[in-house]
């Protein structure tokens, strides 16, 4: 979305580096929108937005680079959106995908020729006009050979070529058709276009001195400390969804860099930070209906869940998934694990991405061991006065593969005891873990994924990854087909219906055994009005210092 902090573009070959280096920690924060939120007049106020004051946000990390094609730390990405700008946006009340610094868009009958006529007027942080050329070397930059396995080189990957015959007309031709493309194009990070007189004049220090066409404009960075930004006075061609159309109401914006996140409490309790991004949910409860600050709570973009190799010998059963989905309480791993700061999770994907079936809850197991015991009753497993089922002479024993040592590991080899396996925990570092399951050496492997799209499934489960990360050996030619039509379907709702047939699919075959989502919590102090969260970003366009 625009604007907003911590939105990490969906790529799905940085997908694939964020699964190596992050398994089990988390990739994205991404999710659902939430109520929540600290909109003008809401504190008690009844004043009218107004220019003036500095908001100072508290950020984990320090970017590695504000030249957004180049930079691989989603703070870096953050802070490039807000001052950058995107060619299509996505409307926050009904999801679609609309023109934004495009007046208007079409796509070609066979979905490989996109054509943008810009709008007019736009303008760089140094002056410099927006054009249609501008873009086109934005992106041919991005598309050079070096610059291949970058972020913004991932997004265009199904681009062959782009061109710009005049000085508003910018037509993209594709290699195949590109759902998840038009995506990319609406996320303000990026793609957004950037000041080639700019880059030529920094050269390599551009990723210092960045220069975008958004509401705000770079002043300084201050290594291992902070980076300043200042209200673009130029700035009037803002989202039509959102309220303030004109410039940022702040004088500027500070982000300091506090990796500890008690230091981050202390510094927001303190005042030093207005907004505290990601506190830890065992905080988040004593700011509820606080007399000073907002608590904004939201669900990560991703689900926790056990995957299931399907060419182990007692996995290719689908009996046997079917039972271990129904053994495992979610709830009480949920509370184990997040201190009860997560929901359920029905499927393959969670509640906040599109293309998840509302209507799962209706066909997703439920917690029933008995029904359980029916099932591996069922697939020949009998049970035995030690308690662990076996089946022609073999015992019912099985491992659990994960790189963190949790309570919720105990809990599920608790639960499946309970139904009569015998269950060991496999505790391996990230890297042997990825290299174990690529492989399909394990049997149960408990991991967690962040995703933007529904094409993150294609590569969790579509036979072309198996060795890569189709982890659960999963060959279906029928889920094979679905996958690759998802991927090229521009149509919104067709491609909605598609991912409901696969999340049927993937929920009847049990290939995994969906665990949660996990909650996540903003604080902003209330004397800054107008912050809203959409999808789990927080939005800072309507901002203003109430003081």
Excluded at 161 to 184: C, G, H, N, Q, W
């Amino acid at each position: 979305m625009f604007s907003t902090i911590q939105k990490s573009t969906y790529i799905a070959y940085i997908m694939v580096i964020c699964l190596l280096l992050v398994l089990m920690i988390g990739c994205s924060s991404s999710p659902t929108a939430s109520p929540n939120g600290n909109k003008a007049g809401q504190n008690g106020s009844e004043s009218a937005p107004k220019k003036g004051g500095t908001v100072t946000i508290g950020l984990k990390k320090e970017p590695d680079s504000l030249d957004v094609q180049k930079s691989s730390v989603s703070e870096g990405q953050f802070i490039g959106s807000l001052m950058g700008g995107s060619l299509l946006y996505e409307d926050p009340k009904t999801r679609e995908i609309k023109p934004y610094l495009a007046e208007s868009y079409t796509v070609s009958e066979d979905g490989k020729t996109l054509k943008f006529i810009l709008r007019s007027g736009v303008t760089f942080h140094d002056g410099t006009p927006l054009t249609a050329k501008v873009y086109k070397e934005t992106f041919d930059r991005a598309l050079a050979p070096d610059m291949a396995s970058s972020p913004a080189g991932n997004d265009l990957s199904a681009v062959k070529s782009v061109s710009a015959p005049d000085d508003r007309t910018l037509i993209m031709e594709l290699k195949e058709p590109s759902a998840t493309l038009l995506f990319y194009l609406s996320s303000p990070d990026t793609l957004q276009p950037l000041s080639t007189d700019a880059i030529k004049k920094f050269n390599k220090e551009y990723d210092r001195n960045p220069v975008g066409v958004g509401q705000w404009k770079f002043e300084s960075w201050k290594t291992g400390e902070s980076i300043t930004l200042v209200r673009n006075e130029a700035f009037n061609w803002a989202i039509p969804a959102l309220e303030n159309q004109g410039p940022a109401r702040p004088d500027k914006l500070v982000f300091k860099f506090i990796k500890d996140p008690q230091a981050q409490m202390a510094a927001i309790e303190s005042g030093s930070i207005d907004i505290a991004r990601g506190i830890p949910p065992k905080d988040a409860h004593k700011y509820k209906n606080h007399d000073k600050f907002i608590l904004m709570e939201y669900l990560k973009s991703g689900i926790s869940f056990v995957v299931q190799n399907t060419e182990n010998e007692i996995l290719k059963d689908s009996n046997v998934r079917r039972a271990f989905n129904l053994a495992i309480n979610k709830k009480a791993i949920i509370q184990a694990e997040i201190n009860g700061e997560g929901v359920p999770a029905n499927g393959p994907l969670p509640a906040s991405i599109f293309g998840y079936d509302s209507s799962i809850e209706q066909y997703a197991y439920k917690y029933n061991v008995e029904e359980a015991k029916k099932q591996l009753d069922a697939a020949g497993w009998k049970e035995t006065a030690q308690g662990i089922r076996e089946k022609d002479g073999k015992k019912l024993k099985l491992s659990l593969l994960a790189s963190q040592s949790t309570p919720g590991n105990a809990l599920i080899q608790n639960m499946l005891k309970e139904v009569g396996v015998d269950l060991q925990i496999q505790n391996v570092e990230h890297a042997t873990a990825i290299e174990m399951a690529a492989n399909g050496k394990f049997d149960l492997f408990k991991m967690e994924y962040g995703a933007h799209d529904p094409d993150i499934l294609y590569m969790l489960l579509h036979s072309s990854q198996i060795g890569g990360f189709n982890f659960f050996q999963v060959n279906n030619k029928q889920l094979d087909a679905l996958l690759e039509k998802g991927r090229t379907t521009l149509d919104t709702g067709e491609r909605q219906k598609i991912y409901e047939e696969v999340q049927k699919i993937v929920v009847d075959q049990a290939y995994l055994i969906p665990l949660y989502t996990e909650k996540k919590y903003d604080l902003v102090n209330k004397r800054i009005e107008a912050v809203k969260l959409d999808q789990g970003n927080l939005m800072l366009n309507d901002m203003w210092v109430n003081e």
